[in-house]
């Protein structure tokens, strides 16, 4: 069975810095895109930043040039260094991951919560 496991989420002040991981579990062959949306209450889940196989980024223009986003092939993680937090970038991020060839997320992670205080 596939699992995203998902660390790193935390309580930060602005200014400050956190990274988080999402490690992919089980036995799966066709690791595509991996990234991450984030929701937070009133808001529509908005995706963050995602990463091809090959390595190409594409980020939302809230995050560019604060966040960056980076994976390991061999050990199935995905990682998301965020620089500079933002109260507003308060929320709960969720890891995902595509299939090669699907347009859409086929796993989720669990979530977890980023919480910047000003």
């Known amino acids: 069975q596939v699992q995203l496991v998902e660390s790193g989420g935390g309580l930060v002040q602005a200014g400050g810095s956190l990274r988080l991981s999402c490690t992919i579990s089980?036995?799966?062959?066709?690791?595509?895109?991996m990234g991450w949306y984030r929701q937070s209450p009133g808001k529509e889940r908005e995706m963050v930043a995602s990463?091809?196989?090959?390595?190409?980024?594409n980020y939302a223009a809230s995050v560019k040039g604060r966040f960056t986003i980076d994976r390991d092939n061999i050990k199935n993680t995905a990682y998301l260094q965020m620089n500079n937090l933002k109260p507003e970038d308060t929320a709960v991020y969720y890891c995902f991951m595509h299939l090669i060839g699907s347009y859409s997320p086929d796993f989720w992670g669990q979530g977890t919560q980023v919480t910047v205080s000003s």
């Open positions: 990463i091809r196989s090959r390595g190409s980024t």
């Open positions: 089980g036995n799966v062959f066709s690791i595509g895109d």
